[in-house]
């Protein structure tokens, strides 16, 4: 069986490795391509394009790479065509992954669509997209099922992929003192700084982090690099501070934090997941809030928040984020009855998030769909 995967960013990596592992359990013989990054490269086949050559957002950014995102799409379709999958499996990225999904449709290949578009925000039209040119569309969040039914489209949840990585992290992960004396760590309590996986998420949100961690001396201050990320980016912010960057181990820094700055996306689930109390931060371009105050309408912009229905943890956007950021941090680490309010929040989270196994679940799935529809 030949599976072309399509993953722009590093959680979108995370989760179609685990995927591909999965799959490759239903299958005597599997052979993957994909645009992607390290962590499926890891499992096995041909890495077509990496992801960081593709991770553009926000209007601004986007517009200033059309010529390299037309590009993409162009070897990508020719690609497709000349190797000839069995199916393809699209993985979020939707801008990119849509106009993927009418090609492959046009030349008869099957459509998988794995943590679908975030139609739930804005474009809403994409749904008519999402019905016309995919065969399974499969969500990670509850809520999504009945925002997709209203609409007529059915979709299958089997629970978050997050979950796959978390029980794997810890059924594998070294014993805190283990990771704090290897690293050099006092044991000043440690706060967790997770500043986005996007070069201008870092840019914006990164020096309002670290100016707000200037109050506290009596905590460690740990900034988590991403992978995609050069290590010159993150220590032109955190020169003159006492902030500490460590790569490629955010899931140990969240283990050992007792509390997080977290920009917006994935991270804030799995610091939640983590049961670390958190503040949410965000910060665009003034185009790029101004564009999105027009067009997207929802109460929350956290996915703890919008999974739980309710605020769960503050969300601080664009503006005074370092003063925000110290009256918040100041609650989460210095009222007790305020934490335990977001633990026992985080507990509910987790009974909707559900328990792990969705990747197994999701490749069984897809397995079965094509062992009866291809011919």
Request: hydrophobic fraction near 40%; charged fraction near 25%.
């Amino acid at each position: 069986m030949k599976y072309y995967l399509i993953a722009g960013e590093a959680s979108g990596d995370l989760h179609a490795s685990n995927l591909m592992k999965e799959l490759a359990k239903h299958h005597n013989s599997v052979d993957f391509r994909f645009f992607g990054g390290d962590k499926m490269l890891a499992v096995g086949g041909t890495l077509v394009r990496h992801f960081k050559e593709m991770a553009f957002m926000g209007f601004v950014d986007v517009l200033a790479n059309l010529r390299t995102i037309a590009g993409n799409l162009k070897y990508c379709k020719q690609d497709i065509q000349s190797w000839k999958p069995d199916a393809i499996v699209l993985i979020d990225y939707a801008g990119f992954n849509l106009r993927i999904a009418e090609f492959a449709k046009s030349i008869g290949t099957k459509v998988f669509y794995y943590i679908t578009p975030k139609v739930w925000i804005w474009k809403k039209s994409r749904i008519v997209k999402l019905k016309k040119f995919t065969d399974k569309l499969y969500v990670i969040f509850p809520f999504e099922v009945d925002f997709f039914k209203s609409h007529e489209v059915e979709v299958e949840y089997f629970g978050n992929p997050l979950m796959d990585s978390y029980n794997e992290f810890r059924e594998n992960s070294e014993a805190n003192e283990d990771f704090l004396a290897k690293n050099n760590l006092s044991d000043k309590p440690v706060v967790a700084l997770l500043s986005g996986s996007r070069r201008d998420e870092i840019k914006r949100c990164l020096p309002d982090m670290v100016e707000a961690s200037r109050a506290f001396p009596d905590y460690n201050f740990v900034v988590a690099g991403a992978p995609s990320i050069s290590d010159e980016l993150y220590q032109e912010y955190l020169k003159n501070s006492s902030v500490r960057f460590l790569k490629n181990c955010t899931y140990d820094i969240l283990k050992n934090s007792v509390a997080g700055v977290i920009t917006s996306g994935t991270a804030t689930l799995e610091t939640a997941i983590f049961n670390v109390p958190q503040v949410v931060v965000y910060k665009t371009s003034p185009l790029n809030y101004y564009l999105a105050r027009l067009f997207v309408k929802i109460t929350f912009f956290s996915l703890v928040n919008l999974i739980s229905g309710k605020k769960v943890v503050q969300e601080l956007l664009q503006f005074n984020i370092p003063d925000g950021i110290k009256i918040e941090l100041s609650k989460i680490l210095l009222e007790k009855d305020y934490r335990e309010a977001m633990l026992a929040n985080y507990k509910e989270l987790h009974e909707r998030v559900g328990n792990s196994g969705p990747s197994s679940r999701i490749a069984k799935s897809m397995t079965e769909y094509l062992n009866r529809n291809l011919s």
